[in-house]
């Protein structure tokens, strides 16, 4: 009882034998996101309308353009029609049992239609405003949400006959033994825009204005300009990016709906299985709590389950644009085949107004970046080393599942109560397989070769967050997944001087790279030499030298096993604010 009162739904919306995410379960027309029991139609198993717009754009065009031939080839066509009750509550039509395949097969009216092979049929109909959309031979899939596979002909009919409340039938014209094709929007090919090799191709100037800029300060801000130049970079950005100290609002955006790459080996019964644990919230199962923050298109809200009193996180668009909708759609995506300890969970999705809101755990400890800046509260070593350790775990699943994260900062790194860190926000990864890259196996998942090295570099946009921006992002070039190691490495700097990525206080060089004299200067005092020495090997300007997160994982893990063995010396001299020049000594 108490667990059906609970009322969620597992992942996913079906239409006909269509199986579809239920955020992909969106009008292609006005993308409106279609409610469980909201009319919609399925034509040709690909193009998904809401009721209006099928009416619209599909019903009122094939009228207009053959307004005399009133049908010449049937479009298959999988529809959920309601259909309002009848005041003297008559039945407007028949129905009949029909061979599905053209074999011979027992007939009885009281043996359900899947055992006999039949599908249950309209066989006469009288039309009315209300069941103008139904037509003589359409096959019945439903009757108000429940197969009619299980049920013989007679017990369909006579729910059909109880004319007196709304009924919501599921009906299939045209054609019914094409294959069913992947209609799931994770799976869809999409255009290849964003992947070109070749500057030439690429459909790249979607951010023309702040690549030019980014060129300009660059020859402003030659690294022999010193402070000021260096200072220039940052602030002309700042000018013309409007950065604010935090980095939160400057995102720089793609617009391109992207998600799976057309070669993306995922089959239908892969998503699934990643996807079953997806549940749908209804606005009533949720308690609002606190806003726990607005980021510049979303808003992360605090809420309670009413009856399972589970603590758990909406996030919501605030602002509404096409490509803020597509990497909002993007983030479900992504969120959803993820599952990884250090990686912020997805619970599932709400639907309120039409719209779609992403529902994840509840992270208790604020992000990173305001732990990094309490100065008041004390971040021991072994602390900041293990938050190291944890962001390179969640990174390093990432890229074995073939994202590149493009958005990696202290504030997208959330600390959970126990002092463990998960990486978030992931409105801006994309998904970088490629199958003609003999060094990118063409697998998708768990089993990806870890140990590779970096992937082939191509033309993507620049999306992210300023401080946190690897140098050839910021410059336009070709990027590979490698990026994400030097936001990491900005990230560790954070860690270590417990300062600001605002170049203001992390001294940077007039090629976005970091000023490692004076950051080692002012920063690194007592940070041990090991931990220091992973954070200069991440921001490396060429990023092939820059250690994958698989690396990064494990010399970090030891490094933090080490240091927590050995270190009662380390400890002593860090509360007593002395350098340990060196790491613990080993132990013998
Ligand atoms: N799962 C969560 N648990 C706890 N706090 C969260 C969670 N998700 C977000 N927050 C808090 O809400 C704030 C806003 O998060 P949100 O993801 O909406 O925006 P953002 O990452 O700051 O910016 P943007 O939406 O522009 O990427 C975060 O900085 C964090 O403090």
């Known amino acids: 009882m108490f667990l059906m009162s609970c009322c969620y739904f597992f992942w996913k919306q079906v239409a006909g034998e269509h199986k579809f995410h239920p955020d992909c379960f969106v009008c292609s027309k006005c993308q409106a996101y279609i409610g469980d029991g909201d009319s919609y139609a399925l034509v040709e198993r690909s193009k998904l309308y809401c009721g209006p717009c099928y009416k619209k754009v599909v019903v009122l065009q094939t009228e207009k353009s053959s307004p005399k031939?009133?049908?010449?080839?049937?479009?298959?066509?999988?529809?959920?029609?309601?259909?309002?009750?009848?005041?003297?509550?008559?039945?407007?039509?028949?129905?009949?049992?029909?061979?599905?395949?053209?074999?011979?097969s027992s007939s009885s009216e009281d043996v359900p239609v899947a055992a006999q092979g039949k599908s249950i049929c309209i066989s006469d109909l009288e039309t009315t405003p209300e069941t103008v959309s139904l037509q003589v031979g359409d096959r019945i899939l439903e009757v108000n949400g429940t197969p009619v596979t299980d049920h013989n002909i007679s017990e369909i009919d006579r729910i059909l006959s109880q004319r007196t409340s709304q009924l919501r039938i599921t009906v299939e014209h045209g054609?019914?033994?094409?294959?069913?094709?992947?209609?799931?929007?994770?799976?869809?090919?999409?255009?290849?825009?964003?992947?070109?090799?070749?500057?030439?191709?690429?459909?790249?100037?979607?951010?023309?204005?702040?690549?030019?800029?980014?060129?300009?300060?660059?020859?402003?801000?030659?690294?022999?300009?010193?402070?000021?130049?260096?200072?220039?970079?940052?602030?002309?950005?700042?000018?013309?990016?409007?950065?604010?100290?935090?980095?939160?609002?400057?995102?720089?955006?793609?617009?391109?709906?992207?998600?799976?790459?057309?070669?993306?080996?995922?089959?239908?019964?892969?998503?699934?299985?990643?996807?079953?644990?997806?549940?749908?919230?209804?606005?009533?199962?949720?308690?609002?709590?606190?806003?726990?923050g607005q980021g510049f298109f979303g808003k992360a809200v605090k809420v309670t389950h009413r009856y399972t009193g589970e603590v758990m996180v909406i996030k919501e668009l605030v602002r509404y644009s096409d490509s803020a909708q597509r990497d909002f759609l993007k983030e479900v995506k992504v969120l959803r085949s993820l599952d990884h300890y250090h990686v912020l969970k997805f619970i599932g999705v709400l639907y309120r107004d039409k719209r779609l809101n992403l529902v994840t755990e509840f992270v208790g400890g604020g992000t990173l970046e305001n732990i990094i800046s309490d100065l008041d509260k004390p971040f021991p070593w072994l602390q900041r080393i293990n938050a190291a350790r944890d962001i390179a775990s969640g990174m390093s699943y990432l890229h074995s599942m073939g994202i590149i994260h493009r958005d990696l900062n202290s504030n997208n790194c959330l600390v959970r109560d126990d002092g463990s860190v998960v990486v978030a926000d992931f409105g801006l990864a994309r998904v970088f397989i490629?199958?003609?890259?003999?060094?990118?196996?063409?697998?998708?998942?768990?089993?990806?070769?870890?140990?590779?090295?970096?992937?082939?570099?191509?033309?993507?946009t620049m999306v992210g967050t300023a401080f946190w921006m690897a140098p050839e992002m910021l410059k336009g070039k070709d990027y590979n997944e490698r990026v994400d190691v030097f936001s990491f490495g900005i990230v560790m700097?954070?860690?270590?001087?417990?300062?600001?990525?605002?170049?203001?206080?992390?001294?940077?060089?007039?090629?976005?790279?970091?000023?490692?004299?004076?950051f080692m200067a002012q920063c690194c005092d007592t940070c041990p030499k090991t931990f220091h020495q992973i954070m200069l090997m991440c921001v490396r300007m060429d990023s092939d030298e820059r250690p994958s997160f698989d690396e990064l994982d494990q010399r970090l893990s030891s490094f933090s096993l080490h240091f927590e063995r050995l270190s009662p010396r380390a400890k002593d001299l860090e509360s007593y604010h002395i350098s340990p020049t060196e790491d613990p000594p080993p132990k013998t």
């Open 69 to 104: 031939k009133k049908k010449k080839k049937q479009a298959h066509t999988v529809q959920l029609i309601n259909i309002p009750p009848t005041p003297e509550g008559q039945k407007r039509f028949s129905l009949s049992l029909e061979e599905k395949q053209a074999k011979e």
């Open 175 to 292: 054609p019914s033994s094409n294959p069913v094709p992947d209609v799931c929007g994770i799976f869809s090919s999409r255009s290849s825009s964003e992947e070109s090799n070749s500057p030439s191709s690429s459909n790249e100037p979607e951010f023309p204005s702040i690549n030019n800029n980014v060129q300009a300060s660059l020859s402003d801000c030659s690294p022999s300009s010193g402070e000021r130049g260096r200072l220039g970079v940052f602030n002309y950005e700042r000018r013309h990016m409007k950065l604010d100290r935090h980095g939160s609002a400057p995102k720089v955006r793609n617009n391109y709906p992207v998600m799976c790459s057309p070669t993306s080996p995922l089959s239908r019964t892969q998503s699934y299985r990643v996807s079953k644990n997806q549940r749908i919230f209804r606005p009533a199962d949720l308690i609002k709590g606190e806003v726990l």
């Open 434 to 460: 490629d199958e003609n890259d003999s060094r990118c196996p063409n697998s998708f998942g768990p089993g990806r070769d870890k140990h590779k090295p970096a992937g082939r570099k191509k033309r993507y």
């Open 493 to 518: 700097c954070e860690l270590i001087g417990r300062v600001s990525a605002c170049p203001d206080d992390l001294p940077r060089s007039g090629d976005f790279g970091l000023d490692e004299v004076p």
